[in-house]
């Protein structure tokens, strides 16, 4: 008999948004007073990732801040961008501060002026932002039903057609998304690892695919929720809830050999 483990035995303190509303308006943290030294964008094709003490120099002064312009050409595209001694790129997941919560989404474009209205010499970033279970309209979605809900993993994310501007001080790390077959196969995930089954269309308030069509398991047929405990069949090779069985919890490491009630009925 094997057993699949709960990823996360004792979830530590979800790290992004427990509530966040399908609205566009994030509060952007905004440059201190002595703000960190702009970074410089990476243009496409450029091996030239450490050219920044002109930049460091110019953003000390608001005079120098008026002669940026020259040292960041706005109709250039750029794919990464150096902060805080990091690089990010087009395409990577960030985890990033809004207010009093943290929120994920995906870096899709690098505005290096005028970006933010307030602070057009400041580089800014579009991204795409992830949802999380609790900013999903449950109602639309088939989930009122709690034990639907609980399919759903804290740490599953939908990609969403919701895009935003923000300061690129918001940022504060990287995550990874992995499919739901990827990160079934990772044995300890880090607190900044998620995956995703279905995507977010801010607009209908649908998931796609939708609920009802995810691969199901166990008697109860509801989707697999990789943080939750089941137990293998010896005979279907099947993952079941040891509850749905009538097997406590704790005793399941007892089992020797496990055949389901499905098996059993044959």
Not at 18 to 41: D, F, T, W
Not at 111 to 124: Q, R
Not at 222 to 244: A, F, R
């Amino acid at each position: 008999m094997k057993k699949l483990g709960r990823k996360r035995k004792h979830p530590s303190k979800d790290i992004t948004s427990q509530n966040r509303a399908a609205s566009s308006s994030i509060k952007r943290p905004g440059p201190k007073k002595n703000p960190i030294p702009l970074e410089e964008p990476i243009p496409q094709n450029s091996n030239q990732v450490n050219t920044q003490d002109k930049l460091i120099d110019l953003a000390k002064n608001k005079q120098g801040l008026e002669k940026l312009k020259k040292y960041v050409d706005s109709s250039l595209t750029y794919d990464s961008i150096k902060f805080r001694n990091f690089i990010f790129k087009i395409g990577d997941v960030l985890l990033i501060q809004a207010s009093e919560e943290n929120l994920i989404g995906e870096l899709i474009k690098i505005i290096p002026t005028n970006g933010i209205k307030e602070y057009p010499f400041w580089p800014a970033v579009q991204v795409k932002w992830y949802y999380k279970k609790k900013d999903i309209n449950r109602k639309k979605n088939n989930l009122l039903n709690q034990q639907n809900f609980d399919s759903i993993s804290d740490y599953e994310l939908f990609p969403s057609n919701h895009k935003d501007i923000i300061y690129i001080e918001s940022i504060i790390n990287k995550c990874k998304v992995y499919t739901y077959e990827e990160y079934d196969n990772i044995t300890d995930p880090s607190d900044f690892t998620f995956f995703t089954r279905a995507k977010y269309e801010i607009n209908t308030e649908l998931l796609h695919p939708k609920f009802d069509d995810w691969k199901k398991g166990c008697i109860c047929k509801k989707p697999l929720n990789p943080d939750q405990l089941y137990i293998k069949c010896d005979k279907c090779n099947g993952w079941y809830h040891p509850k749905c069985c009538g097997i406590d919890e704790k005793d399941s490491d007892k089992i020797n050999n496990f055949v389901c009630p499905n098996c059993i009925k044959e």
